[in-house]
């Protein structure tokens, strides 16, 4: 039998040197998702996640039920964080808040859903 030496190449990341240099923040973009779930019948829930921890969930959301008139409430998720909930489909209203409230920009919101 013929022995072949193969040589497994080692993983290179091309990205490495760019985490080390400016901290891992530069070029990353922190989303802000609006998904809809579906519950029974017609009835919906639309949530909202990736905010910025500095942030108040709790006046938020009082400004979003107050506009909206919808309730909703802040759950604390073990792998997502914080999460806000709001009753109905109010995924284009919380983008258009959001944005004019310079909470985050337009860029950085992803809508979720149908």
């Not at 019948?41 to 107050?66: M, N």
């Amino acid at each position: 039998m013929v022995d072949i030496e193969v040589q497994i190449p080692s993983a290179f990341d091309p990205f490495s040197d760019v985490d080390q240099d400016s901290g891992g923040g530069a070029g990353v973009k922190e989303y802000v998702h609006i998904r809809i779930q579906q519950r029974n019948g017609r009835k919906s829930l639309t949530t909202v996640q990736g905010l910025k921890k500095e942030l108040s969930y709790e006046k938020i959301l009082k400004d979003l039920k107050k506009e909206f008139c919808c309730n909703g409430t802040v759950v604390q998720d073990k792998e997502l964080g914080k999460v806000i909930q709001l009753q109905g489909d109010q995924r284009k209203n919380v983008s258009a808040f959001l944005t004019r409230a310079a909470i985050v920009k337009k860029d950085q919101i992803k809508i979720h859903g149908f």
